[in-house]
């Protein structure tokens, strides 16, 4: 925790900057492993200070030992308008991204002339490269991510309802030890597989349905997130087709992904595998994201992405088909950039598995 805090003190004084107040809960974890649902963060080049309100003081203690713990009162932006004189801060930069604008103004309204400095991403760019630690816990999240999948293969069955599997997700995901799924589970079956997001519905299984499932394990505040795309008896030509298009258009991403190249660089490879067999304007979405403390994170790989790909950067590699009123297709993985190239975190089987 305090490398990730030096780091940003580096990052304050590249962009000229006296001090940083940390609002988003994910950023304020990031920066000292509390886990409590309320508190900031202030950091200059020499102080660092927790504050948190009555409820969490004994909390931050324990999880933060490396943190001076601060006890704020009704409103905390009077503690850290105290903090700024005592530290002669004339300059504060917040989160323009995490705090409303009413709490601006409040701010601006305590701290006593000092300017208020609105910038963005100065901890989640920090984030964007996990060390060792985060490392290990996403392998145990994408681990547990795969046992349950192996699971859920001998249950489903035609006559099930997709919310009867997203529920039994959920609860072998829990039963191995994750603290709950890291987003809501998409079971999308039959025409509904179709939805890039088609979030569990009432929907009966039938025999001929693909059957999507999205789902990922929240394990020490950490996300891992999976897709796999099955089918209830045999597949017809169409459902093989598309199936087999985004097979090769996935391995050929995940082959794509090392240090150096952009998420640009890699949707291309996927995006133009799906876009030359003439299924370009059923990929709508992204081919990747990254992965962390939040299930949605940098760098994206994405016809925007823009990021140069660093060893230590976890992303999802996940191209999809969709046609709308027969059903679609998405495959994903989680993968770790390596010096080397890259390390797959999820290792369910791909080839297109046939429930009889």
């Known amino acids: ?178 603290t709950s799924s890291s987003f809501d589970i998409i079971v999308a079956s039959g025409p509904r597989s179709a939805l890039p997001h088609g979030v569990a519905s009432d929907r009966v299984l039938e025999k001929g349905d693909f059957v999507t499932l999205d789902f990922g394990a929240l394990y020490e505040g950490y996300c891992s997130d999976i897709t796999r795309t099955i089918v209830l008896g045999k597949p017809n030509e169409r459902q093989r087709e598309i199936y087999d298009i985004v097979l090769y258009a996935q391995q050929a991403a995940l082959e794509a992904v090392r240090p150096g190249v952009t998420g640009r660089d890699v949707d291309k490879v996927a995006r133009d595998i799906i876009t030359d067999r003439g299924y370009g304007e059923q990929f709508g979405h992204s081919t990747g994201h990254g992965i962390g403390l939040e299930i949605h994170e940098a760098p994206t790989l994405s016809v925007n992405g823009e990021t140069v790909l660093q060893s230590g950067m976890v992303v999802t590699v996940e191209p999809g088909i969709y046609l709308p009123g027969f059903g679609g297709v998405r495959i994903e993985d989680d993968v770790v950039v390596t010096e080397q190239g890259k390390e797959v975190l999820t290792h369910s089987p791909k080839d297109l598995i046939v429930i009889e």
Not at 108 to 115: M, Y
Not at 131 to 150: G, S, Y
Request: proline share 3%; hydrophobic share 40%; glycine share 4%.
């Open 1 to 178: 925790m305090e490398k990730r805090i030096d780091r940003l003190r580096e990052r304050l004084k590249e962009q000229d900057l006296e001090a940083l107040l940390v609002i988003h809960p994910m950023n304020r974890r990031y920066l000292t492993g509390f886990t409590g649902t309320a508190g900031m963060v202030l950091v200059t080049d020499k102080d660092a200070k927790l504050l948190v309100d009555f409820r969490y003081v004994e909390q931050a203690q324990k999880q933060a030992p490396h943190m001076d713990v601060v006890r704020v009162g009704g409103e905390p932006f009077r503690t850290v308008a105290q903090l700024c004189r005592e530290w002669n801060v004339s300059r504060l930069a917040f989160e323009q991204d995490h705090l409303v604008y009413a709490r601006v103004e409040k701010l601006k309204s305590i701290l006593d002339g000092a300017e208020v400095v609105p910038v963005s991403n100065m901890v989640e760019k920090l984030r964007e490269t996990k060390d060792a630690d985060e490392l290990k816990t996403l392998r145990q999240a994408a681990r547990i991510a795969d046992e349950v999948f192996a699971e859920i293969l001998k249950e489903i069955r035609p006559g099930l309802r997709e919310r009867d599997i997203a529920f039994r997700l959920e609860f072998l995901m829990r039963e191995k030890g994750a």
